[in-house]
């Protein structure tokens, strides 16, 4: 079984969150840091650390993770302008929390997807 993560409390309501959206396979929840306008995390309720880590058997939740999030993005306003979904994984990608997380980001330019090297 997967570890305990801080997002698995947030999924069972055990640490206050704005929950934007929630059912048995997803919950999507505000960025409590967040770098846009809107910035949401969208994760599926079953813990699973890494995008490495994923299994035939959580295509449903991964497919739901997109659907929401067009869902969202539609409520917030975002669909004309456009915004950005990213999903990082393990520490070279940026991960911070092992329970694999998309965020849904808009509300402004977001500019290049990388910092340019100099």
């Given at each position: ?5 801080i997002?698995?409390k947030?999924?069972r309501?055990?640490?206050p969150s704005?929950i ?6 997803v919950?999507?929840f505000r ?7 809107t ?9 699973i ?10 295509e ?5 993770m997109?659907?929401v999030a067009?869902r969202l993005a539609?409520?917030e306003?975002l669909s004309?302008?456009?915004y950005r ?5 393990r ?5 911070e ?7 849904l ?9 990388l910092?340019?090297?100099q």
């Open positions: 079984m997967a570890e305990e993560t997002f698995s947030i999924i309501k055990e640490i704005e934007a959206y929630q059912d048995d396979l919950t999507a960025d409590i840091n967040p770098q846009a306008p910035h949401i995390l969208i994760v599926p309720n079953k813990v650390p890494t995008v490495s880590d994923v299994s035939c058997e959580d449903a939740a991964l497919g739901r997109f659907s067009a539609e409520e306003g004309g302008d456009g979904l990213i999903v990082n994984c520490d070279h990608g940026g991960q929390v092992y329970h694999l997380h998309m965020h980001l808009g509300g402004r330019p977001l500019g290049p997807m910092a340019r090297r």
